[in-house]
């Protein structure tokens, strides 16, 4: 298990001083980022565009369906962990192994970022619990979110409200910033070192958001959650602010990957 220090304890901004939009031939951005997915259908939406659109490869796995992990991320710019309908409390062999790698980035201090089941096991990794809300709700379509003064720091113009799916949420793992809080979910985003866990999907297109709310009945019956009509009228607000957000955070987060590291991995 990762020896927890104080890394995490002062703010970071995010490198402002230069753009790192770049073609795919520059030879530091040649590495790819590994995306982890959790169905056989899952797709890693915008944040899949918005990386391949910065010049990063994707590298798809699905350890559900026998996918290895890689056991460094020498090779790679940074690692994304997606979401998924299981939990990180299910007893399951390939989530127990997903919790038990992320100390590979930790360890290593590389870009990780976890995006709802992702931020769990993150969270879980760094010994916090995971846990439905008492009452039984859950946050399904668009909530308030509000920043912590570190969250400003880091990534300014938070979107009003955000994209969710889930019906359990994480304590604050010890050493960890909050970075923004909600309602149900007091805990919506952390930072830890290099990684991050957000409880909100800033990845869903528009695509993702239909097959959700047509396939995703059980879940849109529980308290909390947001009629389908009201996760469209709301996305026609809220979209924009969210998708400008993710593209500037983004950025940032992928600075973090060590240059020396990845001009050596792309020779």
Not at 228 to 233: I, K, L, R, T, Y
Request: glycine fraction near 10%; aromatic fraction near 10%.
């Amino acid at each position: 298990m990762l020896q927890r220090s104080d890394q995490a304890s002062a703010v970071v901004p995010f490198p402002t001083g230069r753009s790192i939009t770049a073609t795919p031939s520059d030879p530091h951005l040649r590495c790819p980022v590994l995306v982890v997915l959790h169905r056989e259908t899952s797709t890693p939406g915008r944040i899949g565009n918005a990386l391949r659109a910065l010049g990063y490869p994707l590298d798809i796995r699905r350890p559900r369906f026998g996918d290895a992990l890689p056991d460094t991320l020498d090779h790679h710019a940074g690692a994304v962990v997606f979401g998924g309908p299981m939990s990180a409390n299910d007893p399951d062999d390939y989530v127990r192994r997903e919790i038990d790698w992320i100390e590979i980035p930790l360890r290593e201090q590389r870009p990780f970022l976890g995006i709802c089941l992702g931020a769990q096991m993150l969270a879980r990794q760094l010994g916090a619990r995971v846990a439905p809300h008492p009452e039984g709700r859950v946050e399904v379509g668009y909530y308030p979110i509000t920043p912590t003064e570190a969250g400003r720091a880091i990534c300014p113009d938070w979107p009003a409200r955000v994209y969710h799916w889930h019906g359990e949420g994480f304590q604050l793992p010890g050493g960890a910033e909050l970075l923004a809080r909600g309602g149900d979910f007091p805990i919506q985003a952390f930072r830890f070192g290099n990684a991050f866990g957000l409880q909100f999907h800033p990845d869903v297109t528009y695509a993702m958001m239909y097959r959700w709310t047509t396939r995703g009945c059980v879940r849109m019956d529980q308290p909390g959650a947001q009629p389908p009509d009201v996760h469209f009228a709301e996305r026609a607000v809220y979209d924009a602010a969210e998708r400008a957000w993710l593209k500037h955070f983004l950025d940032g987060w992928i600075a973090r990957t060590p240059h020396a590291t990845m001009l050596q991995a792309a020779e």
